[in-house]
Nanobody, 123 residues
Framework: QVQLVESGGGLVQAGGSLRLSCAAS????????MGWFRQAPGKEREFVAA????????YYADSVKGRFTISRDNAKKTVSLEMKSLKPEDTAVYYC????????????????WGKGTLVTVSS
């Protein structure tokens, strides 16, 4: 059974930093591209960042480029999202996603999702 379990969410002031982690089990992690998505209250789930298993290339939404960094540790089967210079508009539930076929940059068709972790950025 595949499980993706996020951790690291919480309350932070604007301008602060947080590091999210996603622990994977039940899949060949080194052969899965991983991503982070987020969903703010009343809004649709949106892409944040992704990293390819094949070449380690990373991809970012324009709204987080230069502030967020995605990384992976295949030995530990984890993917992390380092978030800096946080803004109130970054407030959302952050979801980990994994896909064995494509780099997960769109919501549709993703193989596996975590249950999410809440990030709240106060102004």
């Amino acid at each position: 059974q595949v499980q993706l379990v996020e951790s690291g969410g919480g309350l932070v002031q604007a301008g602060g930093s947080l590091r999210l982690s996603c622990a994977a089990s039940g899949l060949t992690f080194s052969r899965f591209s991983m991503g982070w998505f987020r969903q703010a209250p009343g809004k649709e789930r949106e892409f944040v960042a992704a990293i390819s298993w094949r070449n380690g290339n990373s991809y970012y939404a324009d709204s987080v480029k230069g502030r967020f960094t995605i990384s992976r540790d295949n030995a530990k089967k984890t993917v992390s999202l380092e978030m800096k210079s946080l803004k109130p508009e970054d407030t959302a539930v952050y979801y980990c996603a994994g896909d064995g076929a494509v780099v997960p940059t769109t919501v549709d068709g993703i193989n596996y999702w975590g249950k999410g972790t809440l990030v709240t950025v106060s102004s």
